[in-house]
């Protein structure tokens, strides 16, 4: 099952011609309509690429809904399934279109890290990690609009980094001794919580150009609170200055 899947995501993770998306302002400029045949015709190509891996994520978190508490050996293999996943995710296409794979994919290690019965806590600790790895792979990339104006994937995409939110605060990773590895995961994840809060207000920009962020993006928390928790301890003065 695991060289089969592999095999199935290969395209995601191949930055492939027809999957490649070229800045806006980085290409040649012309006072003309857009070609919307081109692009609809850009925006299926990518589609048709991305929807086999999309049905292969919905089947297997139904069926890890259904044998979760079923044998551990099938749990070990959506373990292993996972690890190529999210390694292989960090070299993944870059593409707008690709944004809900990318996170559906982070959502569903989340839950399966959450309902895992066959991990010890240091292995949770390494897949928590491995996990934000992945998920930050895709802010690597210079920022991004999204791509056509389909409303219902926007507002899709929306409720995904919701999701991805929440998830990440029901999977705290807390030891007696705090370890390096530990630090590590706290580190990433508010980083990762302040990206997540940025993507939003991008893509309600986009829904809503005439309304504030504020008023769709649940507060998490002063943005200075999550800076401080992101800064190593040896800049005492900043500290303070932030609160």
């Not at 060289?3 to 027809?18: A, G, H, I, K």
């Not at 150009?209 to 800049?235: F, N, T, W």
Request: with cysteine; aromatic share 8%; hydrophobic share 40%.
């Amino acid at each position: 099952m695991t060289n089969s899947c592999e095999s199935l995501l290969t395209p995601v993770f191949n930055d492939t011609d027809r999957s490649r998306h070229l800045d806006p302002f980085y290409v040649k400029e012309e006072f003309a309509p857009s070609d919307r045949a081109a692009l609809a015709k850009h925006q299926q190509t990518v589609h048709n690429l991305l929807a086999p891996h999309m049905r292969l994520i919905q089947f297997l978190g139904s069926h890890f809904n259904a044998t979760r508490l079923g044998s551990p050996h099938i749990e070990k293999a959506f373990l292993r399934l996972l690890n190529i996943t999210l390694v292989g995710l960090k070299h993944s296409t870059a593409h707008p279109l690709a944004r809900e794979i990318r996170f559906q994919i982070v959502l569903f290690a989340l839950k399966v890290l959450e309902h895992s019965i066959a991990l010890g806590f240091n292995e949770k600790c390494l897949l928590k990690d491995r996990i934000l790895s992945a998920a930050l792979s895709w802010f690597k990339f210079p920022p991004q609009w999204s791509f056509g104006g389909n409303r219902l994937q926007l507002k899709a995409e929306m409720r995904l980094l919701a999701g991805v939110s929440n998830a990440l605060r029901s999977s705290q990773m807390s030891g007696q001794k705090p370890s390096p590895l530990l630090k590590s995961i706290q580190s990433k994840e508010s980083l990762l919580h302040i990206l997540i809060e940025s993507e939003q207000t991008r893509l309600i920009a986009w829904l809503y150009p005439l309304q504030e962020p504020r008023d769709y993006i649940p507060h998490q928390g002063s943005k200075a609170q999550m800076e401080v928790c992101m800064l190593p301890p040896r800049y005492p003065a900043l500290n303070s200055n932030l609160n």
